[in-house]
């Protein structure tokens, strides 16, 4: 079995400041980690993912998320956050031995101005 | 096409009426996956097609759904009898083999009234 938790339903941070968008995983296996964000009224969009290699994996917009395998996390970051990040954001995972992508229940992320 | 489409983006009902939904995933895409996403969570794993391999339908919430998907083409997903908690946006999402990036549509917003 497979899931993936995200502790906090909301995040608020400044524009300019770091914002940091915590995720958590659980596979049987070896992990394959995605990043979505959704805007109001649209699909999902491809931020970054994990599949193999540096732990560091760096994204759209600025994006970046670390691979701690011991903590098995993968939290989402950016140093400097605009208004314009203010969206839902997904943090998606599958076993490598599997095909279905299960998501947390997403982070409202505002950043105000 | 450039990415996955799906029709109609809204739909209103009667509850008790049948709906079907519509995805064009990208062309060569061999992987489709139907979720759903209700107001305020996360998303609900529905079905998932692989070429021409039997379906898992594991997530199909009730007999009411039910899915198609002719090779690697269009799938539609029907609602039978629909009920107002089939209220939500359902999301398809293709992938070149069901191994690395998902490309998600814009959904179908699906309102039982």
């Known amino acids: 079995a497979q899931s993936v938790a995200q502790p906090e339903d909301q995040v608020n941070v400044a524009e300019g400041n770091p914002l940091t968008v915590k995720c958590t995983y659980s596979v049987s296996g070896n992990p394959y980690l995605f990043w979505y964000v959704q805007y109001p009224n649209r699909g999902l969009q491809f931020l970054l993912k994990?599949?193999?290699?540096?732990?560091l994996v760096k994204g759209s917009y600025g994006f970046e998320a670390e691979f701690n395998k011991s903590q098995t996390s993968f939290h989402l970051k950016k140093p400097s956050a605009l208004v314009s990040d203010s969206a839902l954001y997904f943090c998606a995972v599958r076993d490598i031995d599997d095909y279905k992508l299960s998501f947390g229940a997403g982070t409202t992320v505002t950043v105000r101005a | 096409g450039a990415g996955v489409s799906q029709s109609p983006s809204n739909k209103v009902t009667e509850k008790g009426k049948d709906v079907e939904l519509r995805c064009d995933p990208i062309?060569?895409?061999?992987?489709l996956y139907w979720y759903r996403q209700r107001l305020g969570q996360g998303l609900e794993f529905l079905i998932y097609?692989?070429?021409?391999?039997?379906?898992?339908k594991s997530g199909l919430p009730s007999d009411r759904f039910s899915a198609e998907r002719t090779g690697e083409s269009v799938s539609t997903l029907t609602i039978q009898r629909t009920q107002q908690e089939d209220s939500a946006v359902y999301l398809c999402?293709?992938?070149?083999?069901?191994?690395?990036?998902?490309?998600f549509g814009s959904g179908t917003r699906l309102t039982v009234v």
């Open positions: 097609f692989q070429g021409n391999s039997a379906p898992d």
């Open positions: 994990y599949i193999t290699g540096d732990n």
């Open positions: 062309s060569g895409h061999t992987a």
């Open positions: 999402a293709s992938s070149l083999d069901g191994t690395y990036g998902y490309t």
